[in-house]
């Protein structure tokens, strides 16, 4: 029986792929590289922007010039995130039933903590969670296991009666690595083929599903 859920949140729990895009986008422009086209943006959402935005870059970016590329998307992207993020249909129906159920829920995202904490406010779900970890929190990123073993260790949990939902393979692969078992969140991921390939214990494609796994 399932009793803890982790949660990814951009396209799994909120919609906020749009405002990514934007930022991402002019970004790239501000600092004098070639914009990564929506495709090669929505592949990488699911790991960090500093872990990301070198890769999709057109030239090889010095240390200062990397901090400098991530430090303007983040400021792009506050002022676009609050109208282009918007909880999908159903979700907190979901995450009110979980919790009547006394289940535990958490998210693990490749945002900072900062940022996490402002979207699950912006969106008045914050109540919902036990506790949630950001980026800036772990030392090994996302397909990487520590915010999930993070959580399992602060609150003694049992790792198999816990599940990682999320819309990207990096989730399933980071649930992998923590020892749990994994769902993938397929009503809004940008590529079902490549949850299909992580062979994850569950794959859902509408959000009231949640209510149902065990």
Not at 72 to 77: A, E, K, S
Not at 93 to 101: F, G
Not at 118 to 147: M, S, W
Request: aromatic share 10%.
């Amino acid at each position: 029986m399932l009793e803890n859920y982790f949660f990814d949140f951009d396209k799994t729990l909120a919609s906020s792929g749009k405002a990514s895009l934007i930022a991402t986008k002019q970004a790239f422009k501000l600092n004098n590289l070639d914009e990564p086209d929506d495709d090669q943006i929505l592949d990488f959402m699911g790991i960090p922007a500093d872990v990301s935005f070198p890769k999709m870059a057109n030239r090889e970016l010095s240390e200062s010039d990397a901090k400098k590329l991530v430090d303007t998307y983040r400021n792009i992207y506050g002022k676009y995130e609050k109208e282009n993020t918007h909880l999908y249909p159903g979700m907190r129906d979901v995450l009110e039933d979980l919790q009547q159920k006394g289940k535990n829920l958490f998210v693990v995202s490749s945002k900072s903590h900062d940022i996490l904490k402002r979207n699950l406010d912006n969106l008045k779900i914050t109540q919902y969670f036990k506790d949630f970890v950001g980026c800036d929190e772990v030392q090994h990123y996302k397909p990487a296991p520590d915010g999930i073993l993070i959580l399992l260790d602060r609150y003694n949990l049992n790792n198999k009666q816990s599940v990682m939902v999320g819309d990207a393979r990096y989730d399933l692969q980071m649930g992998k690595s923590a020892s749990v078992k994994t769902c993938g969140a397929a009503w809004d991921a940008f590529s079902v083929d490549s949850l299909k390939n992580e062979h994850p214990d569950y794959l859902l494609f509408h959000v009231a599903e949640l209510k149902n796994i065990e």
